[in-house]
């Protein structure tokens, strides 16, 4: 079976850091690129983030890009979101997902409508 599980979420003041990770399994992992999203209450889903297992490819959204780090290891089939300079309208549920050859920097814009795994969110809180 496919699973797909993000985890580390909490609460966290405002301007600290927060790491999640994202792990994988029931599918060949080198193959897939990992979407980061998040859903903030009362709002749509969005994707935040994305990145290939395979090579350097790589897009984040401009309201986390230079706060946000996505990062992947292949030998542990996990992705980690690195948050940073967290701010209160970043609180949202945390979702990752996967989809097989997906490109991030060319159709980040189809994250929601293309990936084929997700995963159960984690909740991020962040107070001011």
């Known amino acids: 079976d496919v699973q797909l599980q993000a985890f580390g979420g909490g609460l966290v003041q405002a301007g600290g850091s927060l790491s999640l990770s994202c792990t994988a399994s029931?599918?060949?992992?080198?193959?897939?690129?990992i979407g980061w999203f998040r859903q903030a209450p009362g709002k749509t889903r969005k994707g935040i983030s994305c990145i290939s297992t395979i090579d350097s490819d790589l897009w984040y959204s401009d309201s986390v890009k230079g706060r946000f780090t996505a990062s992947s290891d292949n030998t542990k089939n996990m992705v980690y979101l690195q948050m940073a300079s967290l701010k209160p309208e970043d609180t949202a549920v945390y979702y990752c997902?996967?989809?097989?050859?997906?490109?991030?920097?060319?159709?980040?814009?189809?994250?929601?409508?293309?990936?084929?795994?997700w995963g159960k969110g984690t909740l991020v809180t962040v107070s001011s």
């Open positions: 997902a996967a989809d097989r050859g997906f490109r991030c920097t060319s159709n980040w814009y189809r994250m929601s409508q293309i990936m084929d795994y």
């Open positions: 029931g599918f060949t992992f080198r193959e897939y690129a």
